[in-house]
């Protein structure tokens, strides 16, 4: 009996569908017999780690993985074991980890790597700023000065001194003054520029016929105007606000007298003279 080429294409098509499978799991079953027992009992010891790692036990989680790679020298371990001392802080232990997985793993992308020597980089900064605080001095104790000695009667008298006074700047001077007004001035200015570019739109809408971009140019310019109208009304304020300030100025206020005290002290052989002014 022949057998026609449609049903040994099909036979053909059977046979490699059913092998594949089972050659992905003789690969995967050959890939477990090659590792040995402390290479399987390490791995298992890093997966609790990873657990201790997620459920926030960072003490546990260095434990594992320490454990793991004395049992077998995963590079990977030496990785999750930086990253656990990078989040507790412990940025010289998590630079020599880092390195360490770069010197003994053996397929590693570029791309890994550059990040890699990235965080490595950012760990030294923050150790070097750790290590500067700790070497900044303490700041010094306070000692409490010595009780002068106590003085002889002492002697009062009064004296009224006129005190001096600055004189009030003049208008031109008001530096707050003219900043307001500048400001409102800009501000006038994005109005006008805002509504006659809102003018503009309505123009271009006029003769564009019914559409998304009617709809879109329409859209624009009501929300120009809109802005216009706010900065119009702020640019108003500021500049009545900037006039007002120009032009009320503070009046000089009558010169003050105040009472200055001077004190003489006698003492024995000694003479003492002691004022505030």
């Not at 490595?120 to 010094?140: F, H, V």
């Not at 003049?170 to 570019?197: E, H, I, N, P």
């Not at 019914?210 to 304020?237: F, I, K, Y």
Request: net charge positive; hydrophobic share 40%; with cysteine.
């Amino acid at each position: 009996m022949k057998t026609s080429p449609v049903t040994l294409a099909f036979s053909l098509l059977v046979l490699v569908v059913t092998c594949v499978p089972f050659e992905v799991r003789w690969a995967r079953a050959e890939r477990a017999l090659a590792m040995s027992a402390e290479e399987l009992k390490a791995r298992k010891i890093g997966r609790e780690g990873i657990k201790a790692f997620d459920l926030g036990e960072t003490a546990k989680a260095i434990e594992f993985f320490e454990e793991a790679y004395r049992t077998y020298p995963l590079p990977t371990l030496l990785y999750n074991l930086a990253q656990v001392h990078r989040k507790e802080g412990g940025y010289e232990k998590a630079i020599d980890l880092y390195r360490s997985y770069l010197r003994t793993v053996a397929k590693i992308s570029a791309k890994e790597r550059k990040d890699i020597e990235r965080k490595i980089e950012e760990l030294a900064k923050l150790l070097e700023a750790q290590r500067q605080a700790r070497r900044s001095p303490p700041e010094g104790v306070r000692v409490e000065p010595a009780a002068s000695p106590p003085l002889a009667p002492v002697l009062t008298s009064k004296t009224v001194v006129p005190q001096r006074t600055e004189p009030p700047s003049r208008w031109y001077q008001d530096t707050l003054g003219w900043v307001t007004l500048a400001a409102g001035a800009g501000l006038a200015g994005l109005t006008a520029y805002l509504v006659l570019s809102s003018n503009d739109l309505n123009d271009k809408v006029a003769i564009t016929p019914e559409g998304p971009m009617r709809d879109e140019l329409r859209s624009s310019a009501t929300t120009r105007r809109t802005v216009g109208t706010v900065t119009g009304v702020a640019g108003g304020l500021l500049v009545l606000g900037g006039v007002a300030i120009l032009i009320i100025q503070p009046r000089p206020q009558p010169q003050e007298q105040s009472a200055s005290q001077t004190s003489v002290s006698i003492g024995l052989g000694w003479v003492s003279v002691q004022g505030s002014f």
